[in-house]
C-alpha cells in the first residue's frame, strides 16, 4: 500500500497508483477559513479515518497585503460599533487622503452591505496606490512539511487577478462592470496579474509549495459574466500562472465552483495539473463524464459530492453518490473529494457518518 504522499505524487506524475486519493479538504494545519477540526471534539471519529485512509493537501495561505501590496503606506483597521440599535462592522484601508470602507450593519434596520468599492474609478485610485511586493513569512514551512510527512503534499493558496477584484465590491457591481466597465476592468486585472506573478515568483524560487491552489477563476464565469469573455478574463491570466508553477517543478490545480460546460475550452487552454470542483446538475452543469470529454484523460479531475449533500441525506446514499462519481472519475486520473471544506466548528453525528460513509465507500470503489 502505498502512504498518500506517494500516491499523490505518482497521480500527479501519471504512474500507477493503488487506489483513487480520497481528499476531504480538510488541512493538516490550522487555516482561518476551515475549521481547526483536529483540536474539536466532534472532528474526532473523522480525523482517525483521515489519517488512517485519506490524502491531504495541507492548504494554507499567507498575508498578501492590500491588492498583493504590502506597503507599509496602507494602512488597515477594523471597528466594531453599535448605532441606532444596529451592530456595525467596518475595515478601512488608508493612504493618505484616500480612504475605502467596507461595512455590513446589522439589527433594528435589517442587514445592510457597503463595499470597497462601489464607484468603478476608485479601480483607478487604488493602482496609484503605493506598491510593495508582498514576501510572505514563511518560517514555520519546513517545520510543518516534516510534521505532514508521509501524510499528503504541502499546498499554498494565493489566489489569482480576479480574486482581489471580486472581494472589492458587490457580486452585482461585478457583473454589471464587466459588461459596462469591461476596459477598467481589465486594466485593474492586468496590474494584479503583474502582482501576483511576483508573488507566486517569490514562493517558487524558495521552494515554497508543492501544489498550488489557484482560486478566482470561477468569478469570470456565468451567471456572473458572459463565458465568451473567460479567456480574456481569467483564462490568459491563469495560463501564466500554471505555466510558471510548471517551470519550477511543481503542480497546479484550478478551483472552479458553479457553471462549467461553457468554460471548459478555457480549461483546457489553461492546462492546469487538476480542476476542482465539477459540479453535475442541479447545483452546476456539468458531469464528470462531460468534463473528462473535454479536458482529456490527464487532467486530474477532483470532485464532486456535495458538502450540503454529507450534511442532510443518510450514508447508503452517499455510498450511491461516490460509486457514481468514482465510476465516472476513473476514465482517467481523478480524486475524491467533497465540493467544499468542513467549515462548522460543531456538526452533527448524522454528518460524522456521513463523512465516514463516504471515506470507506471511496476505498471500496476506488481500487484500481
Known amino acids: 500500500m502505498l502512504t498518500s504522499r506517494e500516491r499523490l505524487t505518482r497521480l500527479f506524475t501519471g504512474r500507477e497508483i493503488d487506489r483513487i486519493p480520497i481528499w476531504l479538504l480538510a488541512p493538516y494545519h490550522r487555516v482561518d477559513y476551515y475549521a481547526d477540526i483536529y483540536h474539536l471534539p466532534c472532528y474526532r471519529p473523522i480525523i482517525e479515518y483521515i489519517d488512517k485512509y485519506c490524502d491531504t493537501f495541507d492548504r494554507r495561505n499567507f498575508y498578501t497585503g492590500f491588492c498583493y501590496s504590502a506597503?507599509?503606506?496602507?494602512?488597515?483597521?477594523?471597528?466594531?460599533?453599535?448605532?441606532?440599535?444596529?451592530?456595525?462592522?467596518?475595515?478601512?484601508?488608508?493612504?493618505?487622503?484616500?480612504?475605502?470602507?467596507?461595512?455590513?450593519?446589522?439589527?433594528?434596520?435589517?442587514?445592510?452591505v457597503k463595499?470597497?468599492?462601489?464607484?468603478i474609478d476608485d479601480l483607478q485610485r487604488i493602482l496609484e496606490l503605493p506598491y510593495q511586493p508582498a514576501e510572505p513569512e514563511a518560517g514555520a514551512y519546513a517545520d510543518e512539511q516534516a510534521e505532514l510527512g508521509h501524510r499528503g503534499l504541502m499546498m499554498i493558496d494565493i489566489g489569482d487577478p480576479l480574486q482581489p477584484l471580486y472581494h472589492l465590491m458587490s457580486a452585482e457591481n461585478f457583473s454589471i462592470f464587466s459588461l459596462t466597465e469591461y476596459d477598467k476592468i481589465l486594466e485593474f486585472t492586468d496590474e494584479m496579474y503583474r502582482r501576483v506573478r511576483e508573488l507566486y515568483k517569490f514562493l517558487l524560487e524558495r521552494n515554497i509549495g508543492e501544489v498550488f491552489f489557484i482560486v478566482g477563476a470561477e468569478f469570470a464565469g456565468p451567471p456572473l459574466v458572459?463565458?465568451?469573455?473567460?479567456?480574456?478574463?481569467?483564462?490568459?491570466?491563469?495560463?501564466?500562472?500554471?505555466?510558471?508553477?510548471?517551470?519550477?517543478?511543481?503542480?497546479?490545480?484550478?478551483?472552479?465552483?458553479?457553471?462549467?460546460?461553457?468554460v471548459l475550452d478555457g480549461m483546457k487552454a489553461i492546462g492546469a495539473d487538476g480542476l476542482h470542483t465539477i459540479e453535475a446538475p442541479p447545483i452546476g452543469d456539468c458531469t464528470i463524464t462531460k468534463a473528462r470529454e473535454a479536458l482529456g484523460k490527464e487532467m486530474i479531475l477532483i470532485?464532486?459530492?456535495q458538502y450540503d449533500d454529507l450534511v442532510r441525506r443518510e450514508p447508503e446514499e452517499i455510498e450511491a453518490m461516490v460509486q457514481s462519481a468514482v465510476e465516472e472519475g476513473k476514465s482517467g486520473r481523478f480524486i475524491l473529494s467533497p465540493t467544499a471544506g468542513p467549515y462548522e466548528q460543531e456538526i452533527s453525528e448524522q454528518q460524522v457518518g456521513n463523512y465516514l460513509a463516504f471515506i470507506e465507500a471511496g476505498i471500496k470503489y476506488g481500487r484500481l
Not at 463595499?115 to 464607484?119: A, R, S
Not at 501564466?240 to 460546460?261: C, F, M, P, Q, T
Request: proline share 2%; aromatic share 10%.
Open 303 to 305: 470532485g464532486n459530492i
Open 71 to 112: 506597503s507599509p503606506q496602507i494602512v488597515r483597521t477594523r471597528e466594531t460599533r453599535r448605532e441606532n440599535g444596529n451592530l456595525i462592522e467596518s475595515e478601512s484601508v488608508r493612504c493618505k487622503d484616500f480612504t475605502l470602507t467596507r461595512s455590513i450593519s446589522s439589527g433594528r434596520d435589517g442587514t445592510r
Open 115 to 119: 463595499y470597497f468599492v462601489e464607484d
Open 226 to 262: 458572459s463565458p465568451a469573455k473567460f479567456s480574456e478574463m481569467s483564462a490568459r491570466y491563469v495560463k501564466g500562472i500554471v505555466d510558471l508553477i510548471r517551470e519550477y517543478g511543481k503542480w497546479s490545480i484550478v478551483h472552479y465552483h458553479g457553471n462549467l460546460a461553457r
